[in-house]
T-cell receptor, first 115, second 114 residues
Framework: AQSVTQLGSHVSVSEGALVLLRCNYSSSVPPYLFWYVQYPNQGLQLLLKYTSAATLVKGINGFEAEFKKSETSFHLTKPSAHMSDAAEYFCAVSDGGTGGFKTIFGAGTRLFVKA | SQTIHQWPATLVQPVGSPLSLECTVEGTSNPNLYWYRQAAGRGLQLLFYSVGIGQISSEVPQNLSASRPQDRQFILSSKKLLLSDSGFYLC?????????????FGAGSRLTVL
């Protein structure tokens, strides 16, 4: 079975500071990994995805994530936080198989950005 | 381009009343369809997914059910709502077949059961 653990339900950073949101996964097969963002009262939007092509994945809005198999991690980073980055972020894993595959989400990390 | 519509956006229902949330996808065919629930302060819980008309897989035993009467229509229902059914319900779709399962979400339906 697959699972995702996001370390820290809340993270607070100052505007211009580094953003680091942590995600560890468990999967018995090579996983597909994702980060999604959710703004208040909206659905989720894809930030980036890992599909084994490259371990460092760049996404939208300046975010990137690095797949580390040895650490079973897929942490999300952004060099300089902006006020508009305040949102909830979800790490997710799927096995990408046929026949209706499932995506399992972490509990989410709410990012606060201080002026 | 593909779009996903979900309605109603908000509803308040008494305990014991029925529920029907509807989701439709446009601009694609044979999508995989999903219902997730997001409770306050918690992550997303996969409730149901479907790979085709009439094919429903349930992830969590509960008093909810799902149906897929048409290729791009996915309905979440309940005969009698419980207080614990309150939450934010999200419909999503992904392309059929294997590969990276990128989900596209609807705007969500917020259900309050009183």
């Amino acid at each position: 079975a697959q699972s995702v653990t996001q370390l820290g339900s809340h993270v607070s950073v100052s505007e211009g500071a580094l953003v680091l949101l942590r995600c560890n996964y468990s999967s018995s097969v090579p996983p597909y990994l994702f980060w999604y963002v959710q703004y208040p009262n909206q659905g989720l939007q894809l930030l980036l995805k890992y599909t084994s092509a490259a371990t460092l994945v760049k996404g939208i809005n300046g975010f990137e994530a690095e797949f580390k198999k040895s650490e079973t991690s897929f942490h999300l980073t952004k060099p300089s936080a902006h006020m508009s980055d305040a949102a909830e972020y979800f790490c997710a894993v799927s096995d990408g198989g046929t026949g209706g595959f499932k995506t399992i989400f972490g509990a989410g990390t709410r990012l606060f950005v201080k002026a | 381009s593909q779009t996903i519509h979900q309605w109603p956006a908000t509803l308040v229902q008494p305990v014991g009343s029925p529920l029907s949330l509807e989701c439709t996808v446009e601009g694609t065919s044979n999508p995989n369809l999903y219902w997730y629930r997001q409770a306050a302060g918690r992550g997303l819980q996969l409730l149901f997914y479907s790979v085709g008309i009439g094919q429903i897989s349930s992830e969590v035993p509960q008093n909810l059910s799902a149906s897929r009467p048409q290729d791009r229509q996915f309905i979440l229902s309940s005969k009698k709502l419980l207080l614990s059914d309150s939450g934010f319900y999200l419909c999503a779709w992904s392309p059929g077949g294997s590969g990276a399962n990128v989900l596209t979400f609807g705007a969500g339906s917020r259900l309050t059961v009183l």
